[in-house]
């Protein structure tokens, strides 16, 4: 069972760095694919970055640059270090998985969602 959750969200201001992470607690052998999303109030959720398996990455254009993200599979968690931070990254962020591989195969999951973690960047 899947089940992911969040952390490392805060204040910061203009400028400063985040970490965030999330922690896939349920009991696994296999990697996901791990993505970030945020959603701000008003607004529709959006991509923010991807990290497979094999650690193929793609960023959101908004945040390339400034975020980076990694996976520790030993660990089971994902995270996203946001650096140079700007009022307008502050949102709710969210990790998700919808897919696994499992001895090198690729399968598709249910959508599982964290329950996010609140970034507030101030001007």
């Known amino acids: 069972q899947v089940r992911l959750v969040e952390s490392g969200g805060g204040s910061v201001e203009a400028g400063g760095s985040l970490r965030l992470s999330c922690l896939n607690s349920?009991?696994?052998?296999?990697?996901?694919?791990m993505t970030w999303y945020r959603q701000a109030p008003g607004k529709e959720r959006e991509f923010v970055a991807i990290?497979?398996?094999?650690?193929?990455?793609k960023y959101a254009e908004s945040v390339k640059g400034r975020f980076s993200i990694s996976q520790d599979n030993a660990k089971n968690t994902a995270y996203l270090q946001m650096n140079s931070l700007k009022p307008e990254d502050t949102a709710m962020y969210y990790c998700?998985?919808?897919?696994?591989?499992?001895?090198?195969?690729?399968?598709?999951?249910?959508?599982?969602w964290g329950q996010g973690t609140q970034v507030t960047v101030s001007s």
């Open positions: 998700k998985t919808d897919r696994k591989i499992c001895a090198g195969e690729r399968y598709r999951t249910p959508d599982y």
């Open positions: 349920g009991y696994t052998i296999c990697n996901y694919v």
């Open positions: 990290i497979d398996s094999d650690d193929s990455i």
